[in-house]
């Protein structure tokens, strides 16, 4: 691994900006089915948002807990909460969600 020095990570560590990332999660008692028409649609808002710019990192998580998704969305918390009440899965009761601010570097990105 690189040696990062002091200086370095401050000098990064500057740079970075908020953000807010969203946890999705199965609301209690829902059995989510991915063909559901509904879960559909909330897969084609996140694609609107993503063309918008909004939602820059969306990642369905693929395991067998309630924890169906995490998105970083370009938008203050108070914003993206505003986003997802308008989320066709969470206006239906199919999920629930948190967002938090975080903190990251502008133009990172997922390697390809």
């Not at 395991?63 to 997802?84: H, K, P, Q, W, Y």
């Not at 308008?86 to 390809?112: I, K, M, N, Q, Y």
Request: charged share 25%; proline share 7%; aromatic share 6%.
């Amino acid at each position: 691994m690189p040696d990062i020095t002091d200086e370095q990570m401050r000098a990064l560590m500057s740079r970075t900006r908020e953000y807010s990332v969203v946890l999705l999660k199965a609301a209690e008692g829902q059995a989510l089915d991915r063909a559901d028409p509904v879960v559909w649609e909330h897969g084609r808002r996140n694609f609107q948002l993503r063309a918008e710019g909004l939602l820059p990192i969306v990642c369905p998580v693929l395991d067998d807990t309630d924890l169906c998704g995490v998105g970083i969305f370009n938008a203050s918390v108070e914003r993206t909460r505003e986003l997802m009440q308008d989320d066709p899965g969470v206006r239906a009761g199919l999920f629930t969600f948190e967002v938090h601010p975080v903190r990251s570097f502008p133009g990172d990105a997922l390697p390809t």
